[in-house]
């Protein structure tokens, strides 16, 4: 089969052929449908040796979807033909964490070597995708593959950062998404679907603030130093209740530690390789900080539930699998708008 792999570090992916593999016990294999890119994927490639951590070689995509091909001895749970998508951040399955499926927090995956397709796992970027159980798979049914795959890190990710502070953002509050790309376009129109919180954009491209106006935002600003006073103005000086930084650099924390209101909180969802130093006299009082991490299963089907009412609707561009080395340089350079996913 094909598979696009990240081959040596500092190397672009490239298509290989490699044998299909075959499910082992428990396993269920997929003809994939459709496979997202993320900007994850391009920050484990731009990792040095020393603290690149995946496997190589790696075949890329944590975003998956797929029909299901063939069944492993004793997997149950799903039928070949069923649509579906795969919950990527695997768990032991047992522990506190995964019994209360938020695998995403599991306590032994680390231990155990157990790693999400695409990060460690062979990923989805391939005509087969082995996954390691069904209860890793969500059933899509009537919805659209290509729609719907980036769901599963792009609208995952945001939902579990904005379910984390639903009391924060309520009518009359502001909340600021910084970032409008992948996950920040879907994230808006998660604040919109399920709270009544103003919602301000911030991006350094003015296409994708045109995107974010286009999916629900109230409010568009650069992001750039007047930021803040933009968000403190537009507030009448009390700052944003809540600020979801998707993209996590320096000048992307300091905006949102200097606009966040009182008791309000940062969430922390881009991997940009800022700090935010907090003490007593940084933040404003009662202000937190948290760095959630992708999602739970259980929030996940709420995610496609949301998609299946209309309320949410993934921007996408669409690449085949020879193309997707090319959209990786797009990611990389910025000039994807919504999510690129790629139909094998
Ligand atoms: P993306 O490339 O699709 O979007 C990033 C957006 O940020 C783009 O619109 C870009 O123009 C904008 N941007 C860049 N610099 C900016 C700045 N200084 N101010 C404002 N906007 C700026 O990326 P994505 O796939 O949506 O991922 C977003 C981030 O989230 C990445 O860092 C990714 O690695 C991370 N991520 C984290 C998790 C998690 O579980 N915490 C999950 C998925 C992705
Ligand atoms: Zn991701
Ligand atoms: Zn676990």
């Given amino acids: 089969m094909r598979a696009l792999q990240y081959r040596s570090i500092g190397s672009a992916p490239e298509v290989v052929e490699i044998p299909t593999p075959e499910p082992g016990p428990g396993q269920v294999r997929l003809k994939v449908t459709a496979a997202g890119l993320c900007h994850s994927d391009t920050f484990l490639m731009g990792l040095p ?8 070689p790696l075949t890329l995509g944590h975003e998956g979807a797929g029909i299901v091909d063939k069944l492993g001895d004793g997997a149950t749970g799903v039928a070949v033909g069923d649509s579906v998508a795969v919950y990527g951040p695997w768990g032991c399955g047992h522990c506190h ?3 209360e499926g938020r695998e995403n927090y599991c306590t032994n995956a680390g ?8 990060l460690g796992a062979p990923g989805a970027m391939a005509d087969y995708l082995i996954v390691d159980d069904s209860r890793h798979l969500i059933p899509l049914d009537d919805l659209d593959p290509v729609d719907t795959v980036s769901l599963t890190d792009a609208g995952l990710t945001p ?5 984390s502070c639903l009391d924060r953002l309520y009518p009359g509050s ?21 709270t009544s919180a ?17 999916v629900g935002a109230d409010l568009t600003f650069p992001s750039n130093t007047d930021a803040v006073a933009a968000i403190r103005n ?52 009662g202000a937190s900080v948290q760095a959630p991490y992708w999602g739970s299963r259980s929030e996940l ?22 193309e997707a080395p090319h959209a990786y340089e797009r990611l990389h350079a910025g000039t994807i708008s919504g999510r690129a996913v790629v139909v094998p």
């Fill in 111 to 118: 231990a155990l070597g157990i790693a999400p397709p695409g």
């Fill in 301 to 322: 089907i709420e995610v496609f539930d949301l998609a299946r009412r209309g309320f949410v609707k993934v921007h996408v561009e669409r690449f085949t699998l020879e």
């Fill in 49 to 56: 040796a020393e603290q690149y951590i995946y496997g190589l």
């Fill in 234 to 285: 537009a507030t009448g000086g009390v700052g944003a209740q809540v600020v979801f930084d998707f993209v996590g650099t320096q000048p992307t924390l300091d905006i949102a530690q200097q606009s966040v209101a009182m008791d309000g909180k940062i969430q922390i969802v881009g991997i940009g390789g800022g700090v935010l130093p907090t003490g007593f006299f940084s933040t404003p009082f």
């Fill in 198 to 214: 103003r919602i301000v954009a911030l991006d350094i491209d003015e296409d994708k603030l045109a995107l974010a106006r286009e």
């Fill in 97 to 99: 964490a995964c019994s």
């Fill in 159 to 163: 939902y579990h950062a904005i379910v």
């Fill in 174 to 194: 502001t909340a600021v998404v910084i970032g409008a790309g992948g996950l920040g376009h879907v994230a808006i129109q998660i604040l919109r679907a399920i």
